[in-house]
T-cell receptor, first 114, second 115 residues
């Protein structure tokens, strides 16, 4: 158990819908990262927050957004869903954001768009 | 970004040592070498990391070449539970450019362990 929790574990929805994925980082961790894993793209970084502020963006679509709340949990919002958004979404947390920091990953949310 | 090269797949027998290689010829002086693994249907899991010296922890050992252009993850006695995809990742001291510390995953090495 990494200490990072993600809800829900599974999500099945239809195209055009909007969903929210939730992540609670490990106690004391200030950085939260979101990653997407699909069969054809592998693990891709989406976005990072540090202590409530957005710090870096990766391959995140404009239809996707995220935020980190004062209690440090984070939510990833996916809207106007398409079939291609079906993937595993992982959240990771770390104390800081330096090169020597370890990231701890949650179990993921499996999103299926029908 | 400095890149890493790993074999696509490797096989090992249970209870034997496994040496997983990683080449990173363009590594810079401030890049940390990280290893993560991903077991089937699970999130990636931290294994070990180092900068210049060899490192040991309860999971594995990391051997870093003197010129730092390659490294080897060593599992001392492979178990069936070690069957996973292993990722070798470089992370700059302060994060890469506009990327503040996120991990850049390649395809990794898929390790199979035979009983």
């Amino acid at each position: 158990d990494s200490g990072v929790t993600q809800t829900p574990k599974h999500l099945i929805t239809a195209t055009g819908q909007r969903v929210t994925l939730r992540c609670s980082p490990r106690s004391g961790d200030l950085s939260v990262y979101w990653y997407q894993q699909s069969l054809d793209q592998g693990l891709q970084f989406l976005i990072q927050y540090y202590n409530g502020e957005e710090r870096a963006k990766g391959n995140i679509l404009e239809r996707f957004s995220a935020q980190q709340f004062p209690d440090l949990h984070s939510e990833l919002n996916l809207s106007s869903l398409e079939l291609g958004d079906s993937a595993l979404y992982f959240c990771a947390s770390s104390v800081g954001q330096g090169g020597g920091d370890t990231q701890y990953f949650g179990p993921g949310t499996r999103l299926t768009v029908l | 970004d400095a890149k890493t090269t790993q074999p696509n797949s490797m096989e090992s027998n249970e209870e034997e040592p496994v040496h997983l290689p990683c080449n990173h010829s363009t590594i810079s002086g401030t890049d940390y070498i990280h290893w993560y693994r991903q077991l089937p249907s699970q999130g990636p899991e931290y294994v070990i990391h180092g900068l210049t010296s060899n490192v040991n922890n309860r999971m594995a050992s990391l051997a870093i070449a003197e010129d730092r252009k390659s490294s080897t993850l060593i599992l001392h006695r492979a178990t069936l539970r070690d069957a996973a995809v292993y990722y070798c990742i470089l992370r700059a001291f302060g994060g890469y450019g506009g990327s503040q510390g996120n991990l850049i995953f390649g395809k990794g090495t898929k390790l199979s362990v035979k009983p």
